[in-house]
């Protein structure tokens, strides 16, 4: 059973600035590069749908991988993502990350769950695997690139 995680794109953005920084369009972008990068939503089989408050004017991220985005237009955000859950023909199968209190009531009062955004944001970090008895975590060549870019700003 393949799941649909929806997502509050500026909750989850404001919640996590150690990871994303600049203007709204770059942490919109970097929270789809952390998805599609780092699978917090788990299985590919599952539908993901980030949902941003204003109108589309980057088109570009529509085609970033499996991830859809959406802008709520002329309503909230939150409005946007509590319609969305009642219209699912089975919302048990939906996922709503957002620490927004009246998101959660109105989710779980359909059948929703919702993921606090601690959570989503700990399920995206890099693993640490041993190999052969050392320490090997598996950062990303974003993930990295950033590391050494926060890294010169504090010795360089």
Not at 68 to 90: C, G, H, T
Not at 113 to 142: D, I
């Amino acid at each position: 059973m393949s799941l649909h995680y929806i997502l509050d794109g500026y909750n989850i953005v404001r919640q996590a600035e150690h990871l994303f920084g600049g203007g709204l369009k770059d942490v919109r972008v970097q929270l789809v590069n952390f998805i599609n990068e780092n699978k917090p939503c788990g299985s590919s089989n599952n539908k993901v749908t980030v949902v941003f408050d204003g109108r589309a004017g980057i088109s570009y991220l529509h085609d970033k991988g499996p991830v859809a985005v959406i802008f709520s237009q002329d309503e909230s955000a939150d409005e946007r993502i509590k319609r969305m859950v009642e219209n699912l023909p089975n919302p048990k199968q939906a996922v709503v990350v957002s620490d927004d209190r009246e998101i959660q009531f109105s989710i779980r009062a359909a059948g929703a769950r919702s993921m606090p955004v601690a959570e989503f944001l700990e399920k995206g970090q890099p693993k640490v695997k041993f190999v052969k008895g050392r320490l090997k975590s598996e950062l990303s060549s974003s993930q990295v690139a950033r590391i050494n870019e926060e890294l010169k700003k504090l010795w360089l």
